[in-house]
């Protein structure tokens, strides 16, 4: 994969940070590099894999809200589901035993690193694509991620969901995306933008298409 520059990794920050529940707070030196460090051995160490399936048909369990809301005048849908690999999850187990401060960095930096990878993996869907929705957002419900597991068999990329609806490995997402319609990708039409904590620190959950 192409090394992030550090710009990017700067653009990161208010996320990484944010995942750490600090949004708003100032960062400080020594935690962006460590950040920058997290990120380099994150690039050598992430089997990143994406697998989708489009469709113009929806499935049974999309034909609800908040999906309808979301997916409303979109020509079709992508089903997706990504993750960074087992090694990413052996990392920040081993940190958090020996480390717990750069544990909980790593584990912040993987799950940005996971949005930033898919972000630009799917650039490829061009640029009336929604935003990515996943199962738990704006009301929906985790349990409906068994319904996207059935239909992409992602056992091919090697991610599995437990009895409790959490993906194994950790730093893994399956959701949606809308074709055409409302839902572009961008903070101005995201159905979350009312309660985004993101939005109210000058920051944004995404790091692809525009604001």
Known sequence: MQEISLSEIAALRPRIYGYMGYVGTASDIQTDNMITECIRELERTAQFNYIYKYSEELPPFLEKEPYRSYLEGSRGVIICAMTLGIAVDRIINRLLRISPSKGAVMNACAGA?????????????????????????????TEDLKYIFEILDTHKIGIVLNENYFMLPSKSMAGIIAIGGNARAGCGSCIMAGSCAYLKEGAKCFTQGKK
């Open 113 to 141: 690193y996971l949005e930033y990878l898919c972000d630009t993996y799917e650039e490829r869907f061009g640029s009336d694509r929604g935003a990515r929705f996943c199962p738990g957002y704006g009301g929906s419900r």
